[in-house]
């Protein structure tokens, strides 16, 4: 029986957009090519190790998903291995997890006399360990005897609380550095500074080659958009486009997201081409999509019992606030928010208005939805959650508070 034609769209664009996992092919990622190149140099450099930090939802395990590929013409001398990491793990499970991922082949003596009766038998390197309890100085041995050319990524580093074992994996690291071992290891976490992911282990930072991943520009979630459309074989207005850009604010998710449900809509209505109104109709069922923590703190940072209804129009002010406004890590001031909220509301606010509302959003009060620093009068904020900023705009525009005209006006 011949696939309805809808249907066969429906599998093609649901192949096509993949927001809730990570990208695994060349052919489906976008931009980031001078961080790739300096990915690419680290990885070929005696000594050198990575790490790889930046705010969640930026895309960093996609970034370290593709080496694999681009070294594919060198398989025979790279192994790459990803692993995650928890709270729970010890240094030795750690290890137990990465070392059972790499396969070696070790040569063994067979019945009879002469070369041709040695067997190659593969086995993994968790077998060739010395003891059950794993040190940094078993890691060195262990891999100079490997004869490829280890790459480990340790994905989500920042997850690991137990500072011995953060302690144990700077000692390996400078272990394999000094004595030269071809062994490269990434390290990848939610941080805005490598302090925040190795701490005071200041002896290890000449051989890492620290990469900050920023937020996608616009021309990279763009390209990434138009890459994920020629995979469903459909195309989009400019106006679409533009729209999806200007509300997933730098991250990759949420441009998926929304072109997954945007192509849908249009599929739905027996169409390639994706128009504004299919976008608007995403807004709708993406906020239905996004993960329950981002629903959930959204409501609890707004809800009140009081007449005072400006929390939400300050918390979407914040939302609105363009990144040319936003300092190296991220934050807005207060007067970033005046401004957002005056042309929001089109009246003219004073800091003081609205006070007493960033206090609130920043304290548990309100789930620390805001993150602030610095000190009175000169403090600075940002979303705790960087995923939470495009929900707060999507549901902006759900209330009928902005729309595509007014958040095109806005953001110049």
């Given amino acids: 029986m011949a696939v309805d034609a809808g249907i066969e769209q429906t599998i093609r664009i649901n192949r096509a957009f993949a927001p809730n996992v990570p990208v695994q092919q060349m052919s489906q990622f976008a931009g980031r090519f001078k961080e790739i190149r300096r990915m690419i140099s680290a990885v070929t450099q005696p000594g050198a190790h990575v790490i790889l930090f930046g705010e969640r939802g930026v895309g960093k395990t996609s970034l370290v998903s593709i080496l694999g590929e681009i070294f594919e013409p060198f398989d025979n001398s790279f192994a790459f291995v990803r692993v995650n990491c928890d709270n729970k793990l010890s240094f030795s499970s750690l290890w137990q ?53 280890p790459v480990i990524i340790l994905d989500e580093v920042d997850r690991i609380k137990d500072h011995g074992v953060v ?9 394999l550095s000094d004595h030269a071992v071809e062994t490269t290891l990434i390290l990848v976490g939610v941080a805005d500074s490598v302090d925040e992911l190795i701490g005071e282990h200041r002896s290890i ?52 997201l929304l072109g997954q449900h945007a192509a849908h809509c249009a599929n739905e209505s027996g169409r390639t081409t994706i128009v504004l109104r299919d976008v608007e109709e995403a807004i709708q069922r993406a906020i239905e999509d996004v993960q329950l923590s981002i629903r959930s703190a959204y409501v609890r940072a707004i809800n009140t019992s009081q007449h005072d209804t400006l929390h939400k129009a300050v918390l979407l002010a914040c939302a609105l606030i363009d990144a040319n406004a936003l300092n190296e890590l991220g934050y807005f001031s207060a007067t970033d928010v005046k401004n957002e909220l005056s042309e929001l509301q089109g009246k003219l606010f004073e800091v003081s208005n609205f006070s007493r509302h960033l206090t609130d959003f920043s304290s548990s009060k309100r789930g620390n939805i805001l993150h602030r620093i610095g000190k009175e009068r000169q403090y600075r904020y940002r979303f705790t959650n960087p995923l939470m900023q495009p929900y707060v705009l999507m549901k902006g525009i759900e209330m009928d508070v902005i729309d595509y005209d007014k958040l095109q006006r806005l953001q110049r």
């Avoid at 302690?167 to 272990?175: M, P």
């Avoid at 990469?211 to 195309?235: C, H, K, W, Y």
């Fill in 205 to 256: 930072e000449r051989t890492l080659v620290q990469i900050q991943l920023p937020r996608m520009s616009s021309p990279e979630l763009l390209e990434a958009l138009q890459q994920r459309l020629d995979g469903a074989r459909m195309t989009m207005t400019d106006e679409a486009k533009n729209f999806v850009v200007l509300l997933s604010k730098g991250l990759p998710y949420y441009t998926h």
């Fill in 97 to 149: 997890r990465v070392l059972i991922e790499i396969r070696v082949t070790q040569q063994s003596a067979g019945m009879g006399f002469g070369p041709d009766n040695d067997k190659e038998t593969e086995i993994t390197a968790f077998q060739l360990r010395r003891a059950d309890e794993i040190d940094p100085d078993d890691i060195r041995q262990l891999f100079q005897s490997v004869p490829k050319h």
């Fill in 167 to 175: 302690s144990s994996l700077a000692d390996t690291i400078k272990a």
